[in-house]
Nanobody, 118 residues
Framework: QVQLVESGGGLVQPGGSLRLSCAASGSIFRINAMGWYRQAPGKQRELVAAITNGRSTNYADSVKGRFTISRDNAKNTVYLQMNNLKPEDTAVYYC????????????WGQGTQVTVSS
């Protein structure tokens, strides 16, 4: 059974940094695109950053220049380095991946809370 497990969230002051990790486990043949989404209270879930198997990336305009997505294919893990955090970055962050196992499917992590506050 394939699952994604996130870690690295927490409370940080404005201007601070956090690094999120998301590890995929199970009988995985290949992981295609991976990404991070976030959902703030009362708002829709939105794409933060995504990375393909070839390591092409794209970012939401609101995080460009501050966040960096990367992946380690040997570890089936995707990372999100978040710098210069702002209060408006406060949300639950979810990782997402298109995984080829017995079938191909989209998988989600359980979410990790990021709170930016002084």
């Amino acid at each position: 059974q394939v699952q994604l497990v996130e870690s690295g969230g927490g409370l940080v002051q404005p201007g601070g940094s956090l690094r999120l990790s998301c590890a995929a486990s199970g009988s995985i043949f290949r992981i295609n695109a991976m990404g991070w989404y976030r959902q703030a209270p009362g708002k829709q879930r939105e794409l933060v950053a995504a990375i393909t198997n070839g390591r092409s990336t794209n970012y939401a305009d609101s995080v460009k220049g501050r966040f960096t997505i990367s992946r380690d294919n040997a570890k089936n893990t995707v990372y999100l380095q978040m710098n210069n955090l702002k209060p408006e970055d406060t949300a639950v962050y979810y990782c997402n991946a298109e995984i080829v196992a017995n079938t191909i499917g989209m998988y989600w992590g359980q979410g990790t809370q990021v709170t930016v506050s002084s």
